[in-house]
Nanobody, 121 residues
Framework: QVQVVESGGGLVQPGGSLRLSCVAS????????LGWFRQAPGNDERELVA?????????NYADSVKGRFTLSRDNAKNTMYLQMDSLKPDDTAVYYC?????????????WGKGTLVTVSS
């Protein structure tokens, strides 16, 4: 089993920055990919923000955050980060970390409980 815990959310003014952290524990060796997703207030779905494949480091970003957000990892700390710069009110959401385990071509996701980011003046 894998567990992930997010932290780092808070209130920030437009144009400001925040860094989110996601610490993974458990069967870390089984993780195929790590990603950040978000769910805005009033929305039913979680959208992909950024996701990285562990084996080759290939990282993808949503168009809405390209050039502003950066995903990084510290393997020694089993931690993934999301550096968020030039924040906009539309970035307000609960941000979730997800760890993907790939078994026989099927992704088994593990979600954290989320951390709230509010961008407001």
């Amino acid at each position: 089993q894998v567990q992930v815990v997010e932290s780092g959310g808070g209130l920030v003014q437009p144009g400001g920055s925040l860094r989110l952290s996601c610490v993974a524990s458990g069967a870390i060796f089984s993780i195929n990919a790590l990603g950040w997703f978000r769910q805005a207030p009033g929305n039913d779905e979680r959208e992909l923000v950024a996701r990285t494949v562990i084996r080759d480091g290939d990282t993808n970003y949503a168009d809405s955050v390209k050039g502003r957000f950066t995903l990084s990892r510290d393997n020694a700390k089993n931690t993934m980060y999301l550096q968020m710069d030039s924040l906009k009110p539309d970035d307000t959401a609960v941000y979730y970390c997800r760890a993907d385990i790939l078994i026989r071509g099927v992704i088994w996701p593990t979600w954290g409980k989320g951390t709230l980011v509010t961008v407001s003046s």
